[in-house]
């Protein structure tokens, strides 16, 4: 008697093929944002797919191939700017130690990156025409709210506080901080980066150094916000 042959899996194959196209995709996904982003810088931010077609080096169909339309490309390239601005900011900020020098640190590597990356910043935030299936400038946001609000997280219960007010302090600051680097750049920067992130620090010092007095005072930050009406 033969042996019995063991059942064949029709899709295990396939799977496999799948998976190493989808794997393929994304790499070279990868490499033309990285190609988008090196024609943005160059040409600026008003460049069309066609240029950054032949930045990368292929043909618009190809590109088109990866990238839906300008909308999914422009999600790719604020994604990575996104990253880019996350990279410089966590290892700085974890440099620090004294609770000032956290906020100063973060602020002035948000806007060294801006002002240094000016192309691809009005790319990312300043584009009209793309249809925003999804706001990358929010994603990024809330990524860099999400670590402030640990910060202040941290801050607060050593201090004996609720932590709860560190995630909407966090949004706030990550939303001044961004209107007003926006504000700097299209004034086409009338004060110098360092003069603005100290009048950033220094404003938003005095509300995080809060955190401090509302400890001192029976009653925590309610009692702080009551304490300095009165006052």
Known sequence: MSPVTPPVNPGSSGDGRRGRWDGHRAQRRAELTTAAIEAIRQHGPDIGMEAIAA?????????????????????????????????????????????RAIVAAAIDIYLARIESDLNLYRFVVHQPDIARRRDVVADVMDTVASGLARIFGDLLRARGLDSGAALPWAYGVVGYVQAVGDWWLRQQQPISREALADYLTTFLWSGIAGMRRAADIPGGLAAHEEWAQET
């Open 55 to 99: 930045h990368a080096g292929v043909s618009k169909p190809v590109l088109y191939r990866y990238f839906a339309d300008k909308s999914e490309l422009w999600l790719a390239v604020g994604q990575a700017a996104g990253q880019m601005v996350l990279d410089d900011m966590i290892p700085a900020v974890a440099a620090v130690r004294e609770e």
